[in-house]
C-alpha cells in the first residue's frame, strides 16, 4: 500500500477486501484465527495509509454490517494510543476529517465508536493541536437533527472526561464560555439521553479548577433543580452525583435548600433503578464529613436510618450472583481466575512496638466496609455496600443518638421468619459497632449470645455476615468473663472455620485473626484447641482460604508470641507449613502469604524454630539473590519480563523474622552464606518496599550479630541517612529504628556518623501530622543517640524536647523507651538550661512511667531535685501549681519533690 499525493484519499478496491476479510476473521470464536489475525495486523500497521482504511470502513463503507464498521474503529483507536505520534500528517488530517463528517452517523453503536476515537485522538493529539474540534462539535449542538446532537454530545462527554486538564487551561476558556452555558440550556432538551450527556458534561468541572462553571453556578444549581424529578435514570444518577461534588466544593451554595435537597435524596435512595439508588447513598457519606451534617441531618435521622438498612438486604439477584442457595461448597476447587492476587505488605519494624504500621496508621477504616458484605463475586461497591458504610459512618456522628430509631427495626428483622430480612440487620449492627458502642453495651449481654446462636442458621450468608459482626464486638468480648463470652465466641468462631462453605470459612478465619489481635495471651490457654482446628483446616480449605488460614496462623503467632513455643505445638503446627512450603515452586505467588506467616512464627518460636531455620534461610537467600539477577537481566535487556520485586521482600522480611526469632545463634547461617552482601544491595534498590524490608533486616541483624555488621559501618550509615524521607513513611520509619539499634551497639564511636542524619531527626520530630509510629521511633532514636553521644546531641535538645516528651508519655514501659529516657537524662545533665521552656513536658513524661527501674528512677529524682534547687522553692512552687492534679499526684507519691501546699492541692 502507498499513500497517494492528493488530499482526496480513495481505497484500492483490492486492499479493502483484504481488510475487510481480516476484520470479519477478527471475530471469530477460533483461538488460532485471532492469533493469525493479530499477526496479519501487526504487519498492516507498518503501512502508513493502513489507518485510512480503518476510518473509512468506519464511517463511509454502510453497506458493511455494524459490528465489522465498529471493529475497524476500536482498532484505529488502539493505533491512534500506541503509534498516533507517527502517523504522517495527512493520515491524521483524513481521519480527524472523517470523525467530524459522521459523527452523527443513523447507527448509536457507530456514533460511540466515532466519539471514543475522536476522544482518543484529542487526548493522544492534544486538544489544543484539532482547533476545530470544539468549535464543530458545538456547532453540531444546534444542528437540529437528534443523531448529531447525540453523537456531538458522546464526543464531548468523553472529551470533558479524557482531557479536562486541558480543557481548564487558560488557552480554552473562549471554548468554555460558550460550551458551559450551552450544556445548562440543554438541561431542558426533550430526549433523555442528550439532558443526560448535557449534566455529565457540566459534572465534570464541578471538581475542576477553571473559574467558568462558578460564573454560572446559580444557573446550575437552578437548572439541576428542575431535573431532580426527571424520568430517566440516568439524568437521574447524574444528578445525584451532581449533588454529592457540590457538597464537598460548594455546600454553601446548596445550605439555603439543604431541607429539600435531603428530601430528594431520601427519596432517590430508594429509587427503583439501583444505580440510581447508590448515587444517591454516596450523599450520605459525603455529607457525614461536613462539620454542619449533626444539626442538618438530625430531623431526617428517623426517615433516613429505616432506608439505610432496607438498602443493605440482599436482592435477588444479589443473591444468585453469589450461589447464596448452595449451603457446601468446600470440595470444589477454586478456578485459577478466582484465586485473588496477594498483595505483600512490606515489614514496618519499630523499637516502639506498636503492633500496626506506620502505613496502617493512615488506613481509613472505609475499607473493612468493604468486607461487610462478604459479597466480593458482585461489584466491589454496590448499593448494599455504601447503605452499610453510610450507617457506620452516621454512627460516628451521631453515636447512641442514632439507636432509638435503629434498634426497633434491627429488633424486628432479627426476629423475622426471612433469612434476608435477618441478616440485613445483623450487617447493620456491624456497621454501628465502632460509632454506638457505648451505647450498644447495655444490650451486648444479651446480643452477643444471640449473635453467636446465629453462627448455626443454615444459611451461609447469615453465617457469613454473623463472624463479621461478631469481630467488630471482640474488644468488649475479651474485657468480660472468659467463660460467658470469650470461650463461647472462640469456640463458635473455630467451628466455623470448619465449615462445609468457603465463604463462611474465609468470614469466620477473617473474624478470628480480629479476636487473636485483641485477645493476644488471653488466647494461651486455649492454644491446643485452637491448633487442631487451623492444622484439621489444612485438609479442607482450597487455595484462596489458604491465605487467610496462613494469615490467622501467622496473627495467632504475633499475639502469643514465645508462648507458641512448646514442643507439643510446634509438632502440630510446622509441618503443614512445611509440606506447603515444600510444595511451592520459587515463583509460585502463593509463597507470599506463607512466607509472611512463617515470619511471624519464627520470631514467635525462637528457639524452637531451630530445626527449620537453616531450609528456609537458605531458600529465602536463593530467593532475593534471583530476583537481582534476573533485575540485570533486565536492565541488560528491556524486552525480559521484568522481575516482581515481592518475591524479594517477603523473603528479606522472613529472615528478619527468623534472625527476630533466634537472635544470635543466627551466626552461624549468617556467616556461611553472602546475605551481608545482597542486603547492602537490596538497601540502595530503587523499589521503597525493598529498601523498607532492608532496613527492617539491617535492625535486627545489628541486635542478633552486629560484629558482622562492623566493618560495613562506614557504608551503611550514608545509606540511612538518604532514607530519612518522611513522605515515604515506612522506610524512613525502619531507617530511623535501624540507626537507634546501631547506636545501641556502637556507643560512642557512632560520633562521626551523627551530622548525616541528627538535623533530619530533629526536623522530622517536629513536622505536623506525622504518624504516630514515626513519630515514637523518631524519639526514641534521638534518646538512643543522645545516650551514647549526649555531649553532641545535647546542644540540640531545646529543638525537640517538648514533641519527644509528649510522643513517649504515651507508649508503655519497656527496653526501649528506658534507653531512650536515659539518652534525655544524660542530655539534661549536659545541658539543662536546654529544656528549661518545656520542663513541664519532661515531667508529665517522667510521670508517664509506671515501674522505671531503679537507677533510670533515680536519675529522675536528681534531675527534678537540680531544677528544684536551681530556681528556688518559691519559683518551684509556683511553677508546680499550674501542673495538672494527676501530674502533681504521680510526681509526689514517685518522686516527693512537690511543695507540701501543691501535693495536698
Not at 454530545?153 to 458551559?180: H, P, R
Not at 443518638?401 to 423475622?416: A, N
Not at 529522675?860 to 511553677?879: C, P, T
Request: proline share 6%; aromatic share 8%.
Amino acid at each position: 500500500m502507498t499513500m497517494t499525493e492528493s488530499t482526496t484519499w480513495t481505497p484500492n478496491p483490492s486492499d479493502l477486501q483484504q481488510i475487510l476479510q481480516l476484520l470479519r476473521d477478527s471475530q471469530s470464536p477460533d483461538t488460532e484465527m485471532q492469533r493469525a489475525v493479530q499477526q496479519k495486523l501487526e504487519e498492516l500497521n507498518k503501512f502508513a495509509d493502513f489507518n485510512n482504511y480503518l476510518v473509512y470502513v468506519l464511517t463511509q463503507l454502510r453497506s458493511e454490517d455494524e459490528p465489522t464498521r465498529s471493529l475497524s474503529g476500536l482498532i484505529l483507536k488502539n493505533n491512534v494510543k500506541n503509534h498516533f505520534q507517527t502517523f504522517p500528517p495527512e493520515v491524521t488530517k483524513y481521519i480527524k476529517e472523517e470523525c467530524l463528517k459522521c459523527v452523527g452517523d443513523r447507527s448509536p453503536l457507530i456514533r460511540a465508536t466515532i466519539g471514543i476515537l475522536t476522544t482518543t485522538i484529542a487526548s493522544r493529539g492534544g486538544l489544543e493541536n484539532w482547533p476545530d474540534l470544539l468549535p464543530s462539535l458545538c456547532f453540531m449542538l444546534d444542528s437540529g437533527d437528534p443523531e448529531t446532537v447525540e453523537g456531538a454530545f458522546g464526543a464531548l462527554q468523553k472529551i470533558c472526561e479524557d482531557s479536562l486538564e486541558t480543557l481548564e487551561m487558560d488557552a480554552m476558556t473562549e471554548y468554555l464560555n460558550v460550551l458551559i452555558p450551552k450544556f445548562i440550556v440543554f438541561f431542558k432538551h426533550p430526549q433523555p439521553k442528550i439532558r443526560s450527556h448535557a449534566l455529565a458534561c457540566v459534572n465534570q468541572f464541578i471538581f475542576g479548577r477553571c473559574s467558568v462553571l462558578w460564573n454560572h453556578m446559580e444557573s446550575f444549581i437552578n437548572s439541576l433543580f428542575t431535573l431532580a424529578s426527571d424520568s430517566d435514570a440516568e439524568v437521574r444518577k447524574n444528578v445525584c452525583r451532581a449533588l454529592v461534588m457540590l457538597l464537598e466544593v460548594k455546600l454553601d451554595k446548596l445550605l439555603p435548600h439543604m431541607d429539600q435537597i435531603i428530601g430528594y435524596v431520601l427519596e432517590r435512595s430508594q429509587d427503583k433503578d439501583e444505580t440510581v439508588a447508590l448515587e444517591a447513598c454516596e450523599f450520605w457519606l459525603t455529607f457525614a464529613e461536613q462539620p454542619v451534617c449533626k444539626d442538618l441531618l438530625r430531623d431526617f435521622i428517623p426517615k433516613l436510618v429505616p432506608v439505610l438498612v432496607k438498602c443493605m438486604r440482599y436482592s435477588e439477584i444479589d443473591i444468585i450472583l453469589l450461589r447464596g442457595d448452595v449451603e457446601e461448597d468446600q470440595h470444589i476447587p477454586d478456578l485459577d481466575r478466582n484465586i485473588k492476587p496477594r498483595f505483600h505488605f512490606a515489614r514496618t519494624q519499630g523499637s516502639a512496638k506498636t503492633g500496626e504500621s506506620a502505613d496502617d496508621e493512615e488506613a481509613s477504616d472505609d475499607e473493612n466496609m468493604g468486607d461487610s458484605g462478604d459479597d466480593d463475586t458482585l461489584s466491589n461497591w454496590n448499593l448494599r455496600k455504601c447503605s452499610a458504610a453510610g450507617l457506620d459512618v452516621l454512627s460516628n456522628v451521631y453515636h447512641e443518638d442514632l439507636l432509638p430509631s435503629l434498634l426497633p427495626i434491627l429488633k424486628e428483622k432479627l426476629q423475622s421468619s426471612e433469612w434476608e430480612e435477618t441478616e440485613s440487620a445483623i450487617l447493620a449492627l456491624g456497621a454501628i459497632a465502632e460509632g454506638c458502642m457505648k451505647g450498644m453495651v447495655p444490650h451486648l449481654p444479651e446480643l452477643i449470645p444471640f449473635l453467636i446462636n446465629s453462627l448455626n442458621s443454615k444459611k451461609a450468608l447469615v453465617r457469613s455476615i454473623t463472624c463479621w459482626t461478631l469481630s467488630r464486638y471482640t474488644h468488649w468480648v475479651i474485657q468480660q468473663p472468659h467463660e460467658t463470652c470469650l470461650q463461647p465466641l472462640m469456640s463458635a468462631l473455630l467451628r466455623k472455620i470448619l465449615d462445609g462453605n468457603k465463604r463462611v470459612q474465609k468470614a469466620a478465619c477473617s473474624a478470628f485473626a480480629t479476636l487473636e489481635e485483641e485477645a493476644r495471651t488471653e488466647l494461651v490457654p486455649y492454644l491446643p484447641y485452637i491448633l487442631e482446628t487451623l492444622v484439621y483446616a489444612f485438609k479442607k480449605y482450597q487455595a484462596n482460604n489458604l491465605l487467610l488460614l496462613y494469615d490467622a496462623i501467622g496473627t495467632l503467632a504475633d499475639a502469643v508470641g514465645n508462648h507458641l513455643n512448646r514442643p507439643e505445638f510446634i509438632d502440630m503446627l510446622m509441618p503443614p507449613l512445611i509440606e506447603k512450603w515444600n510444595a511451592l515452586r520459587d515463583d509460585d505467588k502463593g509463597l507470599f502469604p506463607l512466607l509472611e506467616c512463617l515470619s511471624s512464627v519464627a520470631t514467635a518460636l525462637q528457639a524452637g524454630f531451630v530445626p527449620y531455620a537453616e531450609p528456609v534461610f537458605t531458600r529465602c537467600k536463593t530467593l532475593v539473590q534471583l530476583t537481582l539477577q534476573q533485575e540485570a537481566a533486565y536492565k541488560s535487556n528491556p524486552e525480559l519480563e521484568e522481575p516482581d520485586k515481592d518475591f524479594m521482600v517477603v523473603a528479606i522480611d522472613l529472615m528478619s523474622g527468623i534472625v527476630e526469632g533466634l537472635g544470635p545463634s543466627i551466626e552461624g547461617l549468617v556467616t556461611s552464606s553472602n546475605v551481608i552482601s545482597l542486603l547492602f544491595q537490596c538497601m540502595k534498590d530503587v523499589q521503597p518496599e525493598v529498601r523498607q524490608s532492608s532496613f527492617a533486616l539491617l535492625g535486627d541483624l545489628t541486635k542478633a550479630t552486629f560484629h558482622i555488621l562492623q566493618p560495613n559501618i562506614g557504608e551503611i550509615m550514608p545509606v540511612l541517612a538518604e532514607n530519612l524521607v518522611p513522605d515515604l513513611i515506612s522506610v524512613c520509619n525502619n531507617a530511623i529504628w535501624a540507626i537507634g539499634e546501631l547506636a545501641m551497639k556502637m556507643g560512642n564511636s557512632i560520633e562521626p556518623y551523627i551530622p548525616l542524619f541528627l538535623n533530619q531527626l530533629i526536623e522530622i520530630i517536629n513536622r505536623p501530622s506525622i504518624p504516630k509510629t514515626l513519630m515514637e521511633n523518631t524519639a526514641i532514636t534521638l534518646g538512643r543517640v543522645g545516650f551514647v553521644c549526649p555531649a553532641v546531641v545535647s546542644p540540640y535538645i531545646s529543638q525537640f524536647i517538648r514533641p519527644w516528651c509528649t510522643s513517649l508519655r504515651n507508649i508503655r514501659d519497656n527496653e526501649e523507651k528506658d534507653s531512650a529516657f536515659r539518652g534525655a537524662c544524660a542530655m539534661i545533665t549536659v545541658n539543662p538550661g536546654g529544656v528549661l521552656g518545656d520542663f513541664i513536658f519532661f515531667c508529665d513524661a517522667i510521670a508517664s512511667w509506671s515501674n522505671p527501674k531503679p537507677d533510670l528512677k533515680e536519675m529522675f529524682y536528681i534531675i527534678l531535685m537540680s531544677f528544684k534547687q536551681q530556681v528556688g522553692d518559691e519559683s518551684w512552687a509556683k511553677f508546680t501549681s499550674q501542673f495538672p492534679n494527676l501530674l502533681k499526684e504521680r510526681l509526689q507519691t514517685h518522686y516527693g519533690v512537690l511543695p507540701p501546699a501543691a501535693a495536698a492541692h
